[in-house]
């Protein structure tokens, strides 16, 4: 059995004491009492969330807990049952998703929606906040939106620099890989200049290789001056970028915390892994960690697969928590 020890009661995002449903000293996002139901299932139960400005928050769970719905909610692109929530202290209720991303919270999709068919350039362009040229009145004033579009366009090529994608800038984007896919996502998303980044599952289908530079990327949103939400399954990634981590199971928040002490907390272990277990999820080995996956019908990430497979061949470390930290040391 890990050593656990017991978590901090305050925080200096927090505003008094910290767990599920804790107020932050300076939240960029309320949401309270938000429900969403399907037929008899109720996806998103959420009493009261906010997320910290500023920071980087990783909001995680069992597959089915609810953190696709609830960020589909928070944006606009799903309607809650009930329930209000704000942006910079403006409700977002009946606000659609692309005036949601003009008040400055974009997000990045699960599945990269990415246009396949359309230049790399031409969906960062897609992407731009104000596109004057879309007015009829507008598009027969060629000088209105020239100098506009060759700012969209000086701004996509100074992102597709920064996201290493400027080589790429006229190939077709279903060309891509998935992990440079993420890349354009990302991107894509800065072009409108948003506050606050919201990305789902960012590691998904990403290979190893470009799995750091994905990392650095999101902690430069950070170090920008933005905040970050991400879903995401990758533990290692909820370690070693996030500052605050938001656990929800069931559609409701089951705990909340920093990184370093929130993989210990007993529901997140419950959450993940049923209510008889007392490892940690910060020591799991490697074959833990895919056989999490494999339950949950994911795809198992390729760093851990072939550790994973490794490990059956050879004997099992004497301690779990050694493997997982020689893994962390290689990062
Ligand atoms: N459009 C829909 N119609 C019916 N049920 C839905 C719909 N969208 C989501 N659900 C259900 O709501 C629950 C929460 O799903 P959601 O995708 O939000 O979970 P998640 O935590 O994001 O899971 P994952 O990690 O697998 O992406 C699941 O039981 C899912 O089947």
Redesign the pocket.
């Known amino acids: 059995m890990s050593e656990t020890t017991t978590p901090p009661t305050t925080h200096p995002l927090v505003d008094g004491e910290v767990g599920p449903g804790c107020k932050k000293v300076d939240p960029i996002v309320i949401a309270d009492g938000v429900v969403r139901q ?2 008899g ?1 109720t ?2 139960d959420v009493e009261h969330a906010e997320i910290p400005r500023g920071a980087i928050t990783a909001l995680i ?10 960020f589909n909610l928070l944006t606009g692109f799903d309607r809650p049952n009930k329930g209000a929530w704000s942006f910079e202290g403006q409700s977002l209720a009946h606000v659609p998703s692309h005036k949601v991303a003009r008040r400055g919270m974009v997000r990045t999709f ?1 599945l990269t929606k990415s246009l396949g068919r359309l230049t790399v350039l031409q969906n960062m362009l897609l992407g731009a906040r104000d596109q004057r040229g879309e007015g009829i009145f507008a598009a027969l004033v060629r000088p209105l939106w020239k100098a506009q579009e060759e700012a969209n366009i000086e701004r996509a090529d100074s992102l597709l620099a920064r996201f290493k994608l400027d080589a790429k800038r006229e190939d077709y984007a279903a060309s891509l890989s998935g992990g440079q896919r993420k890349l354009l996502e990302m991107a894509r998303a800065l072009m409108s200049e948003p506050t606050l980044v919201m990305l789902d ?1 960012p590691m998904a289908g990403v290979n190893p290789a470009l799995t750091q530079s994905l990392l650095d990327h999101v902690k430069g949103l950070k170090d920008d001056g933005m905040t970050v939400l991400f ?1 995401e ?1 990758d533990m290692h990634m909820v370690r070693h970028i996030s500052d605050w981590v938001i656990v ?1 199971a069931e ?1 409701r928040i089951v705990a909340e915390g920093p990184p370093e002490t929130i993989m210990q907390n007993q529901a997140v272990v419950d959450a993940y892994l049923g209510a008889h277990h007392d490892t940690d999820l910060g020591t799991l080995t490697n074959q833990q960690v895919a056989q999490i996956h494999e339950d ?1 019908g994911d795809e198992v990430p390729v760093d851990v697969d072939a550790s994973a497979r490794q490990q059956t061949t050879t004997d099992a470390p004497a301690d779990p928590g050694a493997d997982a930290h020689d893994e962390e040391g290689k990062r």
């Open positions: 399907f037929g299932l996806a998103v769970g069992p597959n089915g807990a609810g953190k696709t719905t609830f699960q599952e879903v399954h929800m559609g949950a």
